[in-house]
């Protein structure tokens, strides 16, 4: 198997607080974890790159300030939004790739809300 | 050089039948096709992946079809079910990328009773 979780599933926030998303691969030992955005009837959007013990690696655009990655061990994957706001709702999607392999399985999804 | 082209947007098919989604590259470093399956509100799901060096893949009612020198390949879903409705997304990976994979646009697949 390769079975990615994130947690939560959804959450919802006030404007200007931070909300950190957890992605775990529960059955294999993940080097490189993925994040990605995904707006309603859109593509995945990737946001960063990361790999266990080092900085994560961030898409064109993406603000690295804005959006904390930490990639603590080769099953645990964090995405930290820093002081959300509305603009920042959408539907987060983690994804991680088995050492040496090439396919990503990715986590359910979370759905941030920011009132 | 970096996208994948995705086609239809979107597919309605009669259950039974045979939907077809096509996708074609420009970048010939390209070595490694998935196809994702994505139901609302969920995370996608790795259906069938395929390599270069073979023209077709089969998995169940799943099926890729690649052409190298087109630099195209598709999804055939044969006897398609209700429950195959959902959007597909075709990917694009290469090799020293650490599986860094670039998406099409997505097919919203609709299969009536």
């Known amino acids: 198997g390769a079975v990615v979780s994130q947690h939560p599933s959804w959450v919802i926030c006030k404007s200007g607080t931070s909300v950190k998303i957890e992605c775990r691969s529960l059955?294999?030992?993940?080097?490189?974890m993925f994040w990605y955005r995904q707006f309603p009837k859109q593509s995945l959007m990737l946001m960063a790159t990361?790999?266990?013990?080092?900085?994560?690696?961030?898409e064109q655009g993406v603000e690295k300030d804005k959006f904390l990655i930490n990639h603590a061990s080769l099953t645990l994957s964090t995405l930290t939004v820093t002081s959300a706001h509305p603009e920042d709702s959408s539907f987060y999607i983690c994804?991680?790739?088995?050492?040496?392999?090439?396919?990503?399985?990715f986590g359910p999804g979370t759905r941030l809300t920011v009132t | 050089q970096q996208q994948v082209k995705q086609s239809p947007q979107s597919l309605i098919v009669q259950k039974g039948g045979i939907s077809i989604i096509n996708c074609a590259y420009e970048?010939?470093?390209?070595?490694?096709f998935p196809w994702y399956q994505q139901f609302p509100g969920k995370g996608p799901a790795l259906l069938i992946a395929?390599?270069?060096?073979?023209s077709e893949k089969k998995e169940g009612r799943f099926t890729i079809s690649f052409n190298k020198s087109a630099k195209q390949f598709s999804l055939h879903i044969m006897d398609s079910q209700p429950g195959d409705s959902a959007t597909y997304f075709c990917?694009?990976?290469?090799?020293?990328?650490?599986?860094?994979?670039?998406f099409g646009t997505g097919t919203r697949l609709q299969v009536t009773l």
């Open positions: 395929i390599r270069p060096d073979v």
């Open positions: 990361s790999n266990e013990g080092s900085k994560a690696t961030y």
């Open positions: 059955d294999f030992q993940a080097t490189t």
């Open positions: 990917a694009a990976s290469m090799t020293g990328t650490a599986s860094k994979l670039t």
């Open positions: 994804s991680a790739s088995k050492t040496g392999g090439r396919g990503q399985y």
């Open positions: 970048n010939t470093a390209f070595d490694y």
